[in-house]
Each structure stands twice: as C-alpha cells, then as structure tokens.
C-alpha cells in the first residue's frame, strides 16, 4: 500500500512540475505601428499601434521563463533594449495581453509608407506565396507573402507562408507596395 502511495505521489509532483514549465513558456505575438518614445531608463517603448490597442510595451533583458519565438522570425528583428529609431514603423514582437505588454523585439520597417488593410480571407495559395482578402470595399486584393513575411496566430508567430489561414478569416495586413504588387509584411487576426 506504501508503494503505491509513494507512486501516486510521486507521479503527481511529476505532473505538476511539467504542467508548471508548459504554462511558464510564453508565446510571442506582434504588431505594428510607429514608434512614438523610446525610454531606455524605464525601459519602455510606446508605439501608436496600428490596431488601436495599449501602445506601452516594457521591455526585460531576461524572460521569467521559456520564450517560444519562431527563429525565423526572430533573425529579422533587434532586441528591444538594442532599438533606436524613433519615428519608424515597426513590428514588435511582444508577450503577455495587459495594458502594458512585454516586449522582445521590433522589426524596423524604416520610416517610408506601409499599406494597411482588413478583409476576409479569400484564398491562401502556399505554392504561388500569394494571399488574396475581400476588402471592407468589396474588392478583392492579393498580396505576396515573401520568406520575411510574418503571421501571428493562435500558437504566435511564424512564416505567413506556414500560418493556418483559412477561407473566411478575418485578418488584418500590414504591407509595402514595390513595383505595382503588395508584399504582406505582417498578418495578423482582426477583432
């Protein structure tokens, strides 16, 4: 009877212990806008956000736990506390979905024009790297998804080429415009 106690308990912390590392990973979402301040001593960014939500980001030079950011994603970006273009529109990579976020990253788009729009999703083709939306207007757009393009899903960041967007979805685009065709930079769920 010990033996089995002993194993019932054991097994127990076993799966606490687990359940406590899974829950301490933190998953990396993104988004876009322009950098409004820089403040390296409260080590803050504020950005006007391009969908409107908490644009006051800290940022920590070491996470409490795992971070589960896709390295492909990852290459193209500059550590938060490394940042410095004010002015710039930016991708920040970002945990946590309080009124001030954790940043990890940004990705700098420099300070030229980008494209936004939402729509719903009318056709993912992986092989072309081209994804097609209706817009709020009715019309259909297509934009290329190029290896740096980037989709935050459920599951956080990753290739927009790899996302699991479906017919229907309704997403919201944040792209450049280069010699008449529109290259998707970010992709991300519209509310």
């Given at each position: 009877m010990m033996k089995v106690l002993f194993r019932t308990g054991f097994l127990a912390t076993c799966f606490t212990l687990v359940?406590?590392?899974?829950?301490?990973q933190q998953t990396i979402h993104a988004v876009s806008g322009t950098v409004r301040a820089i403040n390296?001593?409260?080590?803050?960014?504020?950005i006007t956000t391009d969908d409107s939500?908490?644009?006051?980001?800290?940022?920590?030079?070491?996470?409490d736990?795992?971070?589960?950011?896709?390295?492909?994603?990852?290459?193209?970006?500059?550590?938060?506390?490394?940042?410095t273009a004010k002015g710039n529109h930016v991708i920040v990579y970002y945990?946590?979905?309080?009124t001030v976020r954790t940043v990890v990253a940004v990705r700098d788009l420099g300070d030229g024009s980008v494209a936004k729009e939402t729509g719903t999703v009318v056709k993912l083709n992986r092989k072309e790297r081209l994804l097609t939306i209706k817009n709020s207007s009715g019309?259909?757009?297509?934009f290329h998804l190029d290896p740096k393009t980037v989709a935050d899903t459920a599951t956080?960041?990753?290739?927009?080429v790899k996302s699991d967007l479906n017919?229907?979805?309704?997403?919201?685009?944040?792209a450049v415009q280069a010699d008449g065709s529109a290259t998707a930079l970010l992709i991300v769920p519209a509310v």
């Open positions: 359940l406590s590392v899974a829950q301490a390296p001593k409260i080590q803050m960014l504020e939500s908490s644009g006051h980001f800290q940022w920590v030079k070491k996470s736990g795992a971070i589960q950011f896709d390295k492909t994603v990852s290459a193209d970006a500059i550590p938060a506390d490394k940042f945990f946590g979905d309080d019309t259909e757009e297509s956080g960041v990753m290739q927009g017919k229907g979805d309704q997403v919201r685009i944040t």
